[in-house]
């Protein structure tokens, strides 16, 4: 008999990159990891599930940007040559290691990968895998939610109504074109809260969204339930908070299982162990070393330099996820069983997860999530997965409330996205967004190549708004990509201001930058002429 409910949630996001300048890029290779490493053998677990009849329940939350990369053609076709090239050297590997039996062994492990990720991609979906997330949503197995239009961080936004309501919109009009239906529910771009975004939210239909767990718990008034219920806003938008504890076992390294010394090593990649003109012809145009994902060795221990890596034993780790999952899930059923006492009523458990922790990061992260579902629904026992959908309509009691002003990442008020290091962009971009109502309001009727340029100037503010400039700002890398990304942005976006105000748009210079910067075909630059929510 359940006593409570666990909700499992995966954010799958990464930042809008395409260059059809190039023949191939660096940072498109952030796509291809996360779909051969994380996305596939995502789909490929709930599909066993599926086919295995394992009653389970969880919500993906897929960005715009992301979705709009999986359904580019050009993205495509380059990850369809990349994951055969993997192949190829995967299966050249599987002679070189043929009178050495351990790695053999992982070289069988990874060409199966390669080759299980080609005909997933290729034969399966036709190159585009957000159709599999479609069709388990439309199994009734998960539910798929919505991002800011870019990830761009909302608290930061909060003066600038339009931006605000420009980021939510957009995002849940490309979401209703890409999997046929409104989203219910949003992730706010890295948590970010403050009171009165759910006015927008509320404006789109949606019906729930997600803040760490300091944003419930310093709600006003205080929630009577914490974390365990999710409070209902003034707006009626549900908002649920993360679980401390369910969140820490999986998420850290330090203390969580990922960073269990017997998984494998993210770090050590073949791609710089092997002969350079060996994995030459699988490094892309560029030909730089890069990961390619053949890890033969484990994280062995702390501090562990990396030529000191042992190698990894896939079955020793298999062994190891399985205990793993028996654990968070033995410790699920004694939460549950204590707080529903205390509570008087099913405790809700929500535990969010970045989705490429499970399998980029965490190599054994999807079998370990598929081994917790299988565990959950063979034993049948006071754990329930459920979505939030579910769960607001479960009748459980639940409190209106605001949350706090909040976000997750370091100390959890937005530091990690405005500080020394990323300050000076944010007058630009406040600047930009004052200046793109401007526009909308002078121009509300327009055609033609006025209309072209004003929706290219909302795609161009939207994508200099994106979180992940300011993230990779902070955390020290690839920082030159992305000050150049929210240089690009605001450069375009200034000179269409100026053109559009001065009818003097350069249509040869405004297709290359409309075939540069595609995303959001159907834009509609209107929305950033609105006035505030009520």
């Known amino acids: 008999m359940e006593k409570g409910y666990l909700s499992l949630v995966l954010h799958a996001h990464l930042p809008y990159v395409r260059h059809p300048e190039y023949k191939s890029f660096l940072e498109e290779y952030w796509l291809f990891e996360a779909i051969t490493e994380t996305y596939i053998p995502l789909i490929r677990g709930f599909q066993r599930l599926t086919d295995d009849g394992v009653d389970f329940r969880l919500t993906v939350s897929m960005s715009p940007p992301l979705v709009s990369m999986l359904q580019d053609p050009l993205l495509q076709e380059r990850y369809l040559k990349h994951i055969t090239g993997l192949a190829e050297l995967a299966e050249k590997e599987l002679v070189r290691l043929k009178k050495d039996p351990p790695r053999l062994k992982l070289a069988k492990m990874y060409h199966k990968l390669f080759t299980d990720c080609r005909h997933t991609f290729a034969d399966e979906y036709g190159l585009d895998i957000t159709r599999a997330f479609r069709a388990f949503r439309d199994a009734g197995k998960i539910d798929i939610t919505t991002c800011g239009a870019t990830h761009g961080f909302l608290p930061l936004m909060e003066q600038f109504p339009a931006a605000v309501r420009g980021q939510i919109r957009i995002a849940a009009e490309h979401h209703e074109r890409a999997f046929g239906r409104r989203p219910e529910g949003i992730w706010l771009p890295e948590c970010g809260y403050f009171p009165g975004v759910d006015k927008y939210l509320a404006e789109e239909g949606i019906r729930y969204t997600f803040v760490d767990s300091h944003g419930v718990l310093h709600a006003t008034p205080r929630p009577k339930f914490g974390t365990y219920a999710p409070v209902i806003t003034p707006s009626g938008v549900g908002v649920f908070g993360r679980d401390i504890e369910s969140s820490k076992q999986v998420w850290s390294a330090e203390e969580g299982y990922p960073g269990d010394f017997n998984y494998r090593d993210f770090y050590r990649d073949a791609s710089y162990d092997l002969d350079y003109d060996y994995v030459r012809p699988y490094l892309g145009a560029d030909g730089f070393r890069k990961m390619l994902g053949l890890k033969y060795h484990k994280i062995t221990g702390k501090g562990v330099e990396l030529g000191d890596k042992e190698l990894y034993d896939p079955d020793v780790a298999a062994a190891l996820l399985d205990e793993h999952a028996a654990n968070f899930m033995f410790n699920r059923e004694h939460q549950f069983e204590y707080l529903n006492d205390v509570l008087g009523q099913k405790p809700v458990i929500v535990a969010p997860y970045d989705a490429e ?178």
Not at 376 to 401: C, F, R, W, Y
Not at 442 to 461: C, D, F, I, M, T
């Open 357 to 534: 922790l499970f399998g980029h990061w965490w190599f054994e992260g999807p079998a370990w999530l598929e081994a917790l579902l299988r565990k959950i629904h063979e034993t049948n026992g006071p754990v329930k997965t459920a979505t939030p959908t579910d769960i607001l309509s479960s009748g459980i009691p639940m409190q209106t409330a605001t949350p706090h002003l909040s976000s997750w990442g370091h100390k959890g008020y937005c530091e990690v996205w405005i500080n020394e290091t990323n300050d000076y962009i944010y007058p630009h971009l406040h600047r930009a967004s004052i200046r793109m109502t401007e526009l909308a309001k002078l121009y509300p009727n327009a055609e033609g190549l006025r209309l072209r340029g004003l929706n290219q100037a909302a795609r161009e503010l939207l994508l200099a708004q994106s979180s992940d400039w300011a993230f990779i700002m902070k955390t020290g890398t690839m920082t030159e990509y992305a000050h150049k990304r929210t240089r690009d942005h605001i450069s375009r976006f200034t000179r269409l201001y100026e053109d559009i105000k001065h009818n003097a748009i350069d249509e040869k210079w405004l297709s290359e930058v409309e075939w540069r910067d595609k995303i959001f075909p159907g834009i509609n630059y209107r929305v950033y002429a609105e006035d505030n929510p009520l």
